[in-house]
């Protein structure tokens, strides 16, 4: 009796080749392996589909509108604006990052230290991300007898800071020592500590500083200030300044506003407004600010 021969053939999984890298690719070997209609289209859409899937769970690309990222739980203080109109920010410049500030202020009133025009150049270098040297020079345009700033140069101020807290935990802290050398007769020689402290809640932020002058004429400023930034690169800002002089106290109420603007210019308007009777009754700050170098450079 002839028997029928059954012969058994195996036959091994074909691999994807290494060239299969794209989607394209991988349909197209699909599309010559040997395996039933049925079997190809079933896995053919299984493919389609998960691709489909995963393109629409891809989070879609958020619009700039200018907002700086919130604080986070282990990074640095965000930086908002470089300077406030009369305080000071809880801040140093980044290694190798200097920044010019240029500023004018204009007060009419009550026979205060703040009466009169003056226009500052202020200067910042950072030798770390923590250490800063800093030079301001007043210049007096007008003055009365109560000024603090006579006409034209009379002093400038050398400063060197450290940031000792950069995070938000429990604070950013910074410190800082100034000397106040006279360029003129008119000048006198004094020293001015700071502490200057910071905390942030979201995307509000608080600064406090505390600076006294030491010298022939012992003085005091203490501030709180706060900013926020808004969408399109605009920070809103309000401050209260503290200023005992001559053993008189004046207090002003800040608001104010800034702008971010390309090539890292920033620009703000304040309007200091007397709060007591010692204190100017309005006046007008404007400030402009240039960064360069440091890592936003890079």
Same mark, same amino acid.
């Given at each position: 009796?002839?028997? #029928?021969?059954?012969?058994?053939?195996?036959?091994?999984?074909?691999?994807?080749?290494?060239?299969?890298?794209?989607?394209?690719?991988?349909?197209?070997?699909?599309?010559? $392996?040997?395996?039933?209609?049925?079997?190809?289209?079933?896995? !053919?859409?299984?493919?389609?589909?998960?691709?489909?899937?995963?393109?629409?769970?891809?989070?879609?690309?958020?619009? %700039?509108?200018?907002?700086?990222?919130?604080?986070?739980?282990?990074?640095?203080?965000?930086?908002?604006?470089?300077?406030?109109?009369?305080?000071?920010?809880?801040?140093?410049?980044?290694?190798?990052?200097?920044?010019?500030?240029?500023?004018?202020?204009? &007060?009419?009133?009550?026979?205060?230290? $703040?009466?009169?025009?003056?226009?500052?150049?202020?200067?910042?270098?950072?030798?770390?991300?923590?250490?800063? !040297?800093? &030079?301001?020079?007043?210049?007096?345009?007008?003055?009365?007898? *109560?000024?603090? *700033?006579?006409?034209?140069?009379?002093?400038?101020?050398?400063?060197?800071?450290?940031?000792?807290?950069?995070?938000?935990?429990?604070?950013?802290?910074?410190?800082?020592?100034?000397?106040?050398?006279?360029? *003129?007769?008119?000048? #006198?020689?004094?020293?001015?500590?700071?502490?200057?402290?910071?905390?942030?809640?979201?995307?509000?932020?608080?600064?406090?500083?505390?600076?006294?002058?030491?010298?022939? #004429?012992?003085?005091?400023?203490?501030?709180?200030?706060?900013?926020?930034?808004?969408?399109?690169?605009?920070?809103?800002?309000?401050?209260?300044?503290?200023?005992? %002089?001559?053993?008189?106290?004046?207090?002003?109420?800040?608001?104010?506003?800034?702008?971010?603007?390309?090539?890292?210019?920033?620009?703000?308007?304040?309007?200091?407004?007397?709060?007591?009777?010692?204190?100017?009754?309005?006046?007008?700050?404007?400030?402009?600010?240039?960064?360069?170098?440091? #890592?936003?450079?890079?």
């Amino acid at each position: 009796m002839r028997r #029928d021969r059954v012969r058994l053939v195996v036959r091994q999984p074909r691999q994807l080749s290494p060239q299969a890298s794209g989607i394209e690719d991988i349909l197209l070997e699909i599309q010559t $392996m040997r395996m039933p209609p049925s079997a190809r289209t079933a896995l !053919l859409g299984f493919l389609i589909g998960t691709t489909l899937v995963a393109a629409a769970q891809k989070p879609a690309p958020q619009p %700039d509108n200018g907002l700086p990222p919130a604080v986070t739980a282990n990074g640095p203080l965000p930086e908002y604006i470089e300077e406030f109109f009369l305080s000071e920010a809880v801040r140093s410049e980044e290694r190798t990052e200097l920044q010019l500030t240029v500023d004018s202020a204009a &007060f009419r009133g009550r026979g205060g230290s $703040m009466d009169g025009d003056s226009a500052d150049l202020d200067i910042e270098y950072g030798l770390t991300d923590r250490l800063q !040297l800093g &030079f301001e020079a007043p210049y007096g345009i007008n003055s009365t007898s *109560t000024s603090e *700033t006579p006409v034209s140069w009379s002093a400038a101020d050398i400063s060197i800071l450290y940031q000792f807290i950069r995070g938000n935990h429990p604070f950013a802290l910074s410190g800082a020592m100034g000397v106040q050398a006279p360029l *003129t007769g008119r000048g #006198d020689l004094s020293y001015e500590p700071e502490l200057l402290i910071a905390k942030a809640f979201g995307r509000l932020q608080i600064h406090t500083s505390f600076i006294p002058e030491l010298g022939d #004429d012992t003085s005091l400023e203490y501030n709180v200030a706060a900013d926020r930034p808004l969408p399109h690169h605009w920070i809103p800002t309000l401050e209260f300044n503290g200023r005992r %002089d001559a053993g008189v106290n004046s207090f002003y109420v800040t608001p104010g506003i800034y702008k971010h603007l390309p090539h890292r210019f920033e620009a703000g308007l304040g309007v200091p407004v007397g709060a007591d009777p010692h204190s100017n009754p309005v006046g007008v700050i404007f400030k402009i600010t240039w960064e360069m170098g440091g #890592d936003k450079d890079d």
